[in-house]
């Protein structure tokens, strides 16, 4: 699990950090102690899209309207050159397509003429861009919970922050290369409307997992509420199960997450209930629907090639990408929400948002890309990086909050996100 970049919130400036960091999931540990590892310094950003490449050993990172290749044994960052027109926003989600190796960005590129804004798509195995449109309701959201469907063969995007309307989106959309954007129709117990959740694959890519967010604010530019509420998704039968809340002190924003076996393992994030910086993990069992206080690793198939994940043969790694991570509200209400969050152990399905809706037919928005691809690689010189912080037993920046942007790998258990 690999972390770069965020914002201390602990610095009157809210400066953004170039930390990068790495978890350990080869090993067991408690909670409380993580295997933390500092990496070299990257570049200088609050939450950028970011997606392992096929390989696992490059990173892609877009920071600043530049996009960059980072090489996890090497240690070292190369620009990418282009000549499209990246966009500025933070807050963008990001996935790899495991089988083509393309990395998408939702939102990321903007024409400065028009102002429109449409999907970058990077191939890296011709180094080239190009733009893919987009549906309308999907181009202001920031804060979406985004990654890639095996099943489906598709990037998934979920909620999201409207920066039109100032309110939360509770939809789910799914790209496909081939027949393009289309709204995907669920049933169960349906998750409320909320940005910035944790939003992963499981089990070799046969559930989803979503977990806390923030809903809507009582007031525009106030405070919503964060939650602690996690769910799963069967995308067999489309159906959502609700799990056991984290309780008042696991709710958050925003988060670092990804899941490894058994176990949803989230980092860090910001709450409103009560209000504060968190820099803590915590750990769900998804076979037990138990918080738990230590991380075990599956052990792989005795004879197999494959590793396993909760029962499941993995046959090949999957690469999926980051949750570009948190707050789009940088400037907080001094009014906090009083409402308080749902016990561990609650039961599901209470709130009237998350009762089995009527959901819309699939409609599928044309798939073609607006432009040719574009762009090379720049064979620059790797960019020299600041000493790496020291590793406390703690999280990093245990005195703030750090907003990361945070790449995730769901592979079998002999193939975890290597520590480097």
Known sequence: MYVQGGVNYSDPLKNPTGQTFSIDLSTSWKASNPPYKALPEGYVTGSMPSALFRDQKNWFIMVNKTAYSYNIEAATWTPIKHDLDFSESWYLGSATDPSTGKVYVVGGYRNYVTLDRSMLVYDESTKTFQSVPMPQPLIPLRQTGTTWSTRLNSLVVFGGFNTETNTTSGD???????????????????????????????????????????????????????????YTLDLETLVWTRGNDAGLAGGRVGAACTVSGDHLIVWGGYSTMPYGILNDTILYNLKTAEWVEEYVPNAPESGSKGGVIGGTIAAVVVVLAIIGALLWRRRKSQQLSKEGS???????????????????????????????????????????????????????????????????????????????
């Open 342 to 420: 749902k016990p561990l152990g609650v039961q599901p399905g209470l709130d009237q948002q998350q009762q089995p809706q009527q959901q819309p037919q699939q409609q599928f928005y044309a798939a073609q890309p607006t432009s040719q691809p574009s762009g090379t690689y720049y064979p620059a010189a790797p960019v020299t990086s600041g000493p790496a912080f020291a590793v406390p037993q703690n999280p990093p920046h245990s005195t703030g909050y750090v907003q990361p942007a945070v790449t995730y790998s769901q592979a079998p258990a002999q193939y975890p996100a290597a520590p480097i």
């Open 172 to 230: 789910l959309y799914a790209y496909h290369p081939e027949k393009g954007w289309t709204t995907i129709p669920t049933t169960g117990e349906v998750p409320s409307s909320r940005n910035g959740p944790c939003f992963v694959p499981a089990y070799s890519g046969k559930n989803f997992v979503l977990f806390g967010g923030q809903i809507d604010p009582p007031q525009p530019r106030a405070s919503g509420r964060t939650r602690d509420d996690i």
